[in-house]
């Protein structure tokens, strides 16, 4: 069966980030900051449930076949236990894609990203992003583990292995972010599917 593709358009894109509010103490400088971009829509909740409902989000995506292809649904559910804060990019109220971040000394770490895989432009979409957000807290870099299916888009973005296992990193000491318009932890388990959870 062959994947009809829709284009993603950035003008109608919306940007959510949520903090864990478990972890909200350590990162509300964090979220401070990211408040004063206009292009990302900050929700400090200190609601957990509020935070459950977006985890709920996330669970319900990766059920789907348009999501999360080969990431391992249970290194999902750690990740959205233990990350610092949630992203979502929004076309038309319809979720776009997803990442699970932590603030980790001058990094972004990346723990999951997932985008609908029949957008074309989503992905380079919330690189962007999440470089601008990397940029705006005052960190030097980006850092993810890729799966292997999604090693040739990070190079393209500019990742570079560090090692022989390749943990991707993206340095950003020369990087200008763009001009924003106007507002429309270690894991236990592997990253990938195994053949028995395909």
Known sequence: MQLLYMQFDTKKATIQCIFNPNLIGE????????ET????????????????????????????????????????ADSLDTSDA??????????CGFATLN?????LNIDVICTN?????????MIKTLKNITVKI??????LKSVMTALGFYLK???ICENDLCPMVLNLDNYQPSKSRSKSRSK?????QSNKSK
């Open 103 to 107: 603030f980790v000394d001058t990094a």
């Open 27 to 34: 990162n509300v400088v964090y979220a401070d900051t990211l």
């Open 157 to 159: 973005q500019n990742f």
């Open 188 to 192: 236990s388990r592997s990253k990938t």
């Open 37 to 76: 971009m206009k292009s990302v829509e900050v929700l400090k909740s200190e609601n957990k449930r509020t935070y459950k409902n977006y985890s709920n989000l996330i669970q319900s995506l990766v059920k789907s076949k348009t999501f999360c292809v080969g990431v391992n649904k249970d290194y999902i």
């Open 86 to 95: 949630l992203l979502f990019v929004y076309m038309d109220a319809e979720t």
């Open 117 to 125: 895989n029949t957008m074309k432009g989503i992905g380079s979409f």
């Open 138 to 143: 005052g960190f030097t870099s980006i850092k």
